[in-house]
Structure formats: structure tokens, C-alpha cells
Nanobody
Framework: QVQLVESGGGLAQAGGSLRLSCAASGHTLNNYYTMGWFRQGPGKEREFVAANRWTGSTTYYAESVKGRFTISRDNAKNTIYLQMNSLKPEDTAVYYC????????????????????WGQGTRVTVSS
């Protein structure tokens, strides 16, 4: 299994921005077809945020972040990113990146069980 390590979390003010990174090691991400970001807020279940295919340009976003967050990747660095703009207090959560060996689509990218590898998470706190 690939090892995933997130970084870039921290404290931001409402309206501010943060950029999360997820670096993969152990195995190339070329064997994983879909990369995703999830988050778990205080007292909430883990929820889907964004995903993209490791090759190609297909991306998916949760409605709550569409237009504010952007998922991207650097294949050469084996790294995916989550640019978060116009942050809101409700974005406060621990953010996790995940890798799936499946080609996930619109109806399946939200499925936590479809992802084989997970990072340890990075905490994002947005103050009002």
C-alpha cells in the first residue's frame, strides 16, 4: 500500500485560504486511479470533499466546496493538493487524502470504502 502524508493544515480566518498537500511514498500513485480528499468535522462523520483521476482531468467536488476548493496533482512529485479559498467556519475539520485503485465516477467517489489507502489527516481550523 502507498503511504500518504498530508500537510498544510492550520488556522485561517473566514475568507482566507489554505493549501493542503498530500505526498505519497512507498509506491507510485500510477497504480492508483482516483485520489480523493475527505474531511471530518467535530462530532460529524467523515465526508467527501473532492477527487480527481490520477491521469486525465476529471474532477469531482462536494456541493459545499464547489467554486471555493480546487483539487490538483503533480504526477512527477507523487503529490496531490487541495487549494481552499473563501474558507468558512464550517470548513473546520481534519482533512484526509485517500487513494483508490478503482476508477471512481460521480456516484462512487463519495464511497469511503472504495479508497484503499488513507493519510493520517491534517487539521484545519477556520475562525469567524
Amino acid at each position: 500500500q502507498v503511504q500518504l502524508v498530508e500537510s498544510g493544515g492550520g488556522l485561517a480566518q473566514a475568507g482566507g485560504s489554505l493549501r493542503l498537500s498530500c505526498a505519497a511514498s512507498g509506491h507510485t500513485l500510477n497504480n492508483y486511479y482516483t485520489m480523493g480528499w475527505f474531511r471530518q468535522g467535530p462530532g460529524k462523520e467523515r465526508e467527501f470533499v473532492a477527487a480527481n483521476r490520477w491521469t486525465g482531468s476529471t474532477t469531482y467536488y462536494a456541493e459545499s466546496v464547489k467554486g471555493r476548493f480546487t483539487i490538483s496533482r503533480d504526477n512527477a512529485k507523487n503529490t496531490i493538493y487541495l487549494q481552499m479559498n473563501s474558507l468558512k467556519p464550517e470548513d473546520t475539520a481534519v482533512y484526509y487524502c485517500a487513494a483508490s485503485k478503482r476508477v471512481l465516477a460521480r456516484l462512487t467517489v463519495h464511497d469511503i470504502d472504495a479508497y484503499a489507502s488513507w493519510g493520517q489527516g491534517t487539521r484545519v481550523t477556520v475562525s469567524s
